[in-house]
T-cell receptor, first 114, second 111 residues
Framework: EDKVVQSPLSLVVHEGDTVTLNCSYE??????LLWYKQEKKAPTFLFML????IEKKSGRLSSILDKKELFSILNITATQTGDSAVYLC??????????????FGQGTILTVHP | NAGVTQTPKFRVLKTGQSMTLLCAQD?????MYWYRQDPGMGLRLIHY???????AKGEVPDGYNVSRLKKQNFLLGLESAAPSQTSVYFC??????????FGDGTRLSIL
C-alpha cells in the first residue's frame, strides 16, 4: 500500500522565520512528488519534482527531492501571515498518465503569527 | 476562467438518502478524480477516470459510484448515504502535461 507521511503535523512560527516541511514517501512505480497549498478551499499547485537533487524555487518557496532516501522538503523563507495554510505533499505513480494517481500525506498546518 | 466547478457546495442528507455530486471542468482535461478529505487524513482517492466512458476505483471506493458520460463532467453518486460519508469532497482534473487542478469542494453532512 502506498504511503506518504508529512512532518510536523502542525507548526506555529512568527513572521520572518524560515520553516522546513518534510515529506517521506513509499509509492509503487513512483514518478513524481507534488506539493500543494490549501487555504480555505481548493488545494493549489506549488511544485512538481521528478529528479533528485534539483531544487525548484518560486519566490520565497523552494523544494527538493531525494529519490534515494525517499523524501522531499519544502522550505519557506521570510514567512508572512499569508503563508498560513495546510501544505500537502503527494506522491504520484505511473498509473497510465504523466502524473498518475496521487497518494497524499496528512498535511502540515502552518500558522504564521504577525 | 472557471477551471473545476463543483455542485453543490454544501449539502445535508439523512442516512439512507441518495445524491449525486457534479464536477465540471472547462480545461479539456483527459483525467478526472474524486477525493474525500477528513481531518488528519489528507486527501484520499475515491474513484478516477482516464477518459470519457472509463472509470476506476481508488483507495476508498466502497459506497460510491461514478460516471463519466461526457469528457468535461465527472459525477459522484452516493446510493445510500451513511454517517461515515460525512466529509469534504474534492474533484480534480489533469492532463498529460498539467498537474491535478482542484475544485473548491463540497461539504457533505449525513445525519
Amino acid at each position: 500500500e502506498d504511503k506518504v507521511v508529512q512532518s510536523p503535523l502542525s507548526l506555529v512560527v512568527h513572521e520572518g522565520d524560515t520553516v522546513t516541511l518534510n515529506c517521506s514517501y513509499e509509492v509503487t512505480n513512483f514518478r513524481s512528488l507534488l506539493w500543494y497549498k490549501q487555504e480555505k478551499k481548493a488545494p493549489t499547485f506549488l511544485f512538481m519534482l521528478t529528479s533528485s537533487g534539483i531544487e525548484k524555487k518560486s519566490g520565497r518557496l523552494s523544494s527538493i527531492l531525494d529519490k534515494k532516501e525517499l523524501f522531499s522538503i519544502l522550505n519557506i523563507t521570510a514567512t508572512q501571515t499569508g503563508d498560513s495554510a495546510v501544505y500537502l505533499c503527494a506522491g504520484g505513480n505511473a498509473g497510465g498518465t504523466s502524473y498518475g494517481k496521487l497518494t497524499f500525506g496528512q498535511g502540515t498546518i502552518l500558522t504564521v503569527h504577525p | 476562467n472557471a477551471g473545476v466547478t463543483q455542485t453543490p457546495k454544501f449539502r445535508v442528507l439523512k442516512t439512507g438518502q441518495s445524491m449525486t455530486l457534479l464536477c465540471a471542468q472547462d480545461m479539456n482535461h483527459e483525467y478526472m478524480y474524486w477525493y474525500r478529505q477528513d481531518p488528519g487524513m489528507g486527501l484520499r482517492l475515491i474513484h478516477y477516470s482516464v477518459g470519457e466512458g472509463t472509470t476506476a476505483k481508488g483507495e476508498v471506493p466502497d459506497g460510491y459510484n461514478v460516471s463519466r458520460l461526457k469528457k468535461q463532467n465527472f459525477l459522484l453518486g452516493l446510493e445510500s448515504a451513511a454517517p461515515s460519508q460525512t466529509s469534504v469532497y474534492f474533484c480534480a482534473s489533469s492532463s498529460r502535461d498539467q498537474p491535478q487542478h482542484f475544485g473548491d469542494g463540497t461539504r457533505l453532512s449525513i445525519l
